[in-house]
Structures are given as C-alpha cells and as structure tokens.
C-alpha cells in the first residue's frame, strides 16, 4: 500500500522547536482528512492536529497553543508546527490519510498511516 511521507522530526533541547511535513501526493482517491497523531512508549496512539476537506482544522487540547497544522487536502500537503517543546513530546509521530475512492459500483474510504519520524526532546 502506498504511504505518505513524513520528514522532519530528530533531536531537540526543551523550549525548542520543529517542523514535521508529510506530503500524501501518491495516495489514491479524494483525500478527506489529513491529521498526525503521536505515541508514546507503552500508550495508544493519540491525534494532535487534523485537516479536512471542509477547510476546517482542530488542535488537541494537550498541545494548543504550542502545536499548529498547516495543511491541504487538495494539495496533499500537511504540515505540524511544534513550538515550546517538552519532554512529553517526545514519541513517534505519524501522519494520517483518509481517503475517499469510488468508481463504477463501489465507494469505499481507505485510512493510511505513515511509517511514523521519531521526535525527542531531551530535557
């Protein structure tokens, strides 16, 4: 299955920051939403930030203020702006794809997931 890929991501001191881009121009079908999520060591995968086809974007409330996204389905792009980062930040982030394919008789909706870019924050 083809993926989206992820850049960015590495090694960074607290306070400091990051940019983390996914780019999703291979994947098929009409991309509905693009979101990155993050896990941590031992917990279940979290979403941090979201685009979608509407224009309208979300910001989870652990990261806001310090987190943006910036992004376009259409243009299969999206990107997360981390700032002040800490770290409880540190994890592995992945970029997310929903996307929308239908043709003669069929209509489904696919969810894709990067490989995941390691982010650490040392204090």
């Known amino acids: 299955q083809v993926q989206p890929v992820e850049s960015g991501g590495g090694s960074v001191q607290a306070g400091e920051s990051m940019r983390l881009s996914c780019e999703a121009s291979?994947?098929?079908?009409?991309?509905?939403?693009l979101a990155w999520y993050r896990q941590h060591p031992g917990k279940s995968r979290e979403e941090v930030a979201n685009?979608?086809?509407?224009?309208?974007?979300s910001v989870a409330g652990s990261v806001m203020g310090r987190f943006a996204i910036a992004g376009d389905v259409y243009k299969r792009t999206v990107d997360l702006q981390m700032d002040n980062l800490g770290p409880d930040d540190s994890g592995v982030y992945y970029c997310?794809?929903?996307?929308?394919?239908?043709?003669?008789?069929?209509?489904?909706?696919?969810?894709?997931w990067g490989q995941g870019i390691q982010v650490t924050v040392s204090s």
């Open positions: 997310y794809v929903r996307t929308h394919i239908a043709g003669s008789g069929y209509s489904t909706v696919d969810e894709i």
């Open positions: 291979r994947i098929s079908g009409t991309i509905l939403v």
């Open positions: 685009v979608d086809s509407s224009g309208g974007s």
